[in-house]
């Protein structure tokens, strides 16, 4: 036999108090409802959703929200291009800004033919992992380890492991800097595309050290540095290194290097 004390009025209890929190949560969303500018969403679905960090944002959807209510530049976007500079500065009502290409560049030269491997890696294979026995399984401590996180870090596919060492493709590289971030031996560096020479070592140790584990590597002799009239080329703890906001494109520097480890990259439609 149903008892109201003991099945009825325990449901009613249940309904009255499902049909209280549906009215307060109703009342709360229209209390505490933020209304969101719907150009963020539009500027957000322009953006390459790379969410690589490269504007200096967390994400696309920040970097969007950042525009229309921080007023952030619109061309900092650098997978997008100035295709999507335009069309967010368009949605804005601003004038676009042009950006300045950029690709990554590998700061190591140290094919199979420059250099040798200390060990062969049997671990998971990345980069990563391989730092973390002896600083590297190659010669030279500096150089790339050629296991290819930068190139799973790619979204584009622009970066393969050729000759040993990692290899960037200008015409697929969005410059998102992705692979810069993931590199453990920090060799990958963004530069603007109109900059078309590189030291391509990043070796620390003296010029003696240097020769005997990679015959590619900057032996710090100077001679670039002492070339260079617009002073972009500054030789530290014997490596010379490239300022390209300094770098003219002269290629004095190229012709000078007697070892060959500045190196021009010419980019090609």
């Known amino acids: 036999m149903i008892s109201f004390e003991t099945h009825i009025l325990p449901i009613l209890i249940f309904a009255v108090l499902g049909a209280l929190a549906g009215i307060l949560l109703t009342v709360a969303s229209k209390v505490f409802y933020v209304k969101t500018d719907e150009r963020i969403s539009e500027i957000s679905d322009l953006l390459p959703q790379a969410n690589c960090g490269a504007c200096g944002y ?7 929200a950042a525009i229309v209510e921080k ?8 997978p997008g291009g100035n295709e999507t500079a335009q069309a967010a500065s368009a949605v804005m009502g601003v004038t676009a800004e042009e950006i ?6 590998l700061k190591c030269n140290g094919t199979c033919n420059a250099t040798q491997k200390r060990f062969d890696f049997g671990g998971v294979q990345s980069c990563a992992a391989a730092k973390r026995f002896y600083g590297g399984n190659g010669l030279c401590s500096f150089g790339c380890i050629g296991l290819g996180d930068c190139v799973s870090a790619c979204d584009n596919q622009a970066i393969a492991i050729v000759d040993g060492i990692a290899q960037v493709t200008p015409s697929l590289c969005g410059a998102c800097g992705k ?8 060799l990958i560096t963004i530069r603007p595309v109109t900059k078309h020479y590189d030291v391509r070592c990043s070796s620390r140790d ?13 032996i710090g002799c100077k001679i670039c540095e002492k070339k260079c009239l617009s002073g972009a080329i500054t030789v530290t703890d014997f490596h010379a290194s490239i300022d390209y906001e300094k770098c003219t494109g002269c290629g004095q520097c190229y012709d000078a290097c007697p070892i060959g480890c ?5 980019p090609t439609e």
């Open 58 to 64: 967390a994400g696309c959807a920040d970097y969007a």
């Open 71 to 78: 007023g952030a530049a619109t061309n900092l976007c650098k």
């Open 100 to 105: 300045v290409p950029e690709i990554a560049v």
């Open 179 to 186: 692979c810069a971030k993931i590199c453990p031996n920090q």
């Open 206 to 218: 003296n010029g003696k050290a240097t020769k005997l584990v990679c015959k590619n590597g900057c």
């Open 262 to 266: 500045i190196t021009c990259c010419e």
